[in-house]
Nanobody, 115 residues
Framework: VQLVESGGGLVQPGGSLRLSCAASGFTFSSYVMSWYRQAPGKERELVASISSTGRSTNTADSVKGRFTISRDNAKNTVALQMNSLKPEDTAVYYC?????????WGKGTLVTVSS
């Protein structure tokens, strides 16, 4: 099983980034996919989730209206479009897959929002 995140980097406040997570080794279309983040000195928090079919999404209040999660079950990928980035969005972003009691994590990608 692998979850490989990409797309992180340094961006100025107000800018945009698109994170992508490539999944392999499990039945991707059967899993809820999520993005979490962990800022320095803080606990990991849920950013956004998308149902296995992609019909339902949930987004944390702190990023609502700015971040959008999407998935492509044909390509086994999940993305997080991040707009209007703020310094407080700086964190390591992790891809997560979950089905009942089975859960997988990626290694994370660093997003730094700074001028």
């Amino acid at each position: 099983v692998q979850l490989v995140e990409s797309g992180g980097g340094l961006v100025q406040p107000g800018g945009s980034l698109r994170l992508s997570c490539a999944a392999s080794g499990f039945t991707f279309s059967s899993y809820v996919m999520s993005w979490y983040r962990q800022a320095p000195g803080k606990e990991r928090e849920l950013v956004a989730s998308i149902s296995s079919t992609g019909r339902s999404t949930n987004t944390a209040d702190s990023v609502k209206g700015r971040f959008t999660i999407s998935r492509d079950n044909a390509k086994n990928t999940v993305a997080l479009q991040m707009n209007s980035l703020k310094p407080e969005d700086t964190a390591v972003y992790y891809c997560n897959s979950r089905r009942i009691s089975t859960e997988y994590w990626g290694k994370g990608t660093l997003v730094t929002v700074s001028s």
